[in-house]
């Protein structure tokens, strides 16, 4: 088997937009994620309307949804 064909393992942190921070495993030290288990519409019933570049507000705009 070859050495050094694998990438370093760490034990890093995530950090949510929300504020939530866990420990995971990765190759990557320090991630920031945009959405996690604890804001995620999925896992919380809850919807939440992520809006990249206006496309909410262009939408209603276009269909006169207020």
Do not use: W
């Not at 990557?28 to 919807?47: A, L, M, R, W």
Request: hydrophobic share 25%; aromatic share 10%.
């Amino acid at each position: 088997m070859k050495k050094d064909t694998h990438p370093k393992y760490f034990k890093t942190t995530a950090t949510c937009a929300c504020g939530n921070v866990f420990e995971i495993g990765s190759t990557k030290k320090d991630i920031k994620v945009e959405i996690c288990s604890n804001c995620h519409p999925y896992f919380t019933g809850k919807q939440k309307l992520v809006d990249s570049g206006g496309r909410v507000d262009k939408f209603k705009k276009k269909y006169g949804i207020s």
